[in-house]
């Protein structure tokens, strides 16, 4: 039988949330500081965030453990404290859950490890696995409905995270990338072959998010919903980014994520949320512009989950 929560997906779209970097930042953190680390210095502050999606209208949320792999925890000089920063962004989420007092599920997030692979660099594709076997480890044991893989730019690194969820657990795993305005990733393919790869390798929906803003989201998608009977996910970032006296904003509104939305939901797209630049706003008005559209059908649904 179908987990419950891609069961719910083929009932009608689900809204996810925005960008936990960019709320973070507006609260006067800094960009140099290790986000992840949060959950145990400001664990009040992160759960705040997530209770503001809940109230915007989000039907999932994603843990604060982004960049909580050995690999990028190092760059900060916490590659020992991967159990503790996944257990404790595991218990924020749930806890937010529970003060909201509204069903909605908790993804483990898990990013990239920030480092170039070899041959370029010195990580091999072994350590990445490890490092994230360990990673969804830490995320399994404080009890997360599902794993969300977001904002990964190389399809060889993204395999390696996949085999690690795959090794350890069954639950649904939802398979992002990040797409360059050429409509390709770094690594070279184009979205409809990182759609197929992705369904081929275990994921149970493929997507995008963060890199490209909505306009050239759509293509992306449009290329993905030819290639895979898998439900679709789109995470988008609010436009391209910009500084502005010193800052970095996000240009696209709330109102034309609205439409933005419209547009892709007959497309197959299933899970709609946003990257960065988003705020609860953003998913306040996506909230509002799902309600009425009706979903392109996905009879194929049962038979890839």
Known sequence: MAHPFLERLAGRPLLADGAMGTM????????????????????????????????????????????????????????????ELNNRGVRIAREAREVAGESVYVAGSIGPVGQPLAPIGAITLQDVRLAFREQVEALLERGVDLLVLETFYDLAEITEAILAVRE????????????????????????????????????????????????????????MAGATARPLSAQPNAGLPATVAGRTVYVATPEYFADFVRRVVPDGVRLIGGCCGTT?????????????????????????A
Do not use: W
């Open 280 to 304: 609860p706003e953003h998913i306040r008005a996506i909230a509002e512009a799902v309600r009425d559209i009706a979903p392109r059908a996905l009879p194929a649904l049962a038979d890839a």
């Open 168 to 223: 350890t657990t069954d639950l649904p795993l939802i398979a992002q990338m990040s797409f360059s305005e050429d409509g390709r990733v770094s690594s070279g393919q184009e979205a409809h072959e990182v759609a197929r790869t992705l369904e081929r390798l275990g994921a149970d929906v493929v997507g995008l998010n963060c890199g490209v803003g909505p306009q050239k989201a759509l293509e992306v998608i449009h290329q």
């Open 24 to 83: 973070v930042y507006s609260r006067g953190i800094p960009f140099e500081r290790c986000y992840d680390e949060l959950n145990a210095s400001q664990p009040e502050l992160i759960e705040q965030i997530h209770r503001e999606y809940i109230a915007a209208g989000a039907e999932l949320i994603e843990t604060n453990t982004f960049g909580a792999n050995r690999i990028r925890l190092a760059e900060f000089g916490l590659q020992d404290r991967v159990k």
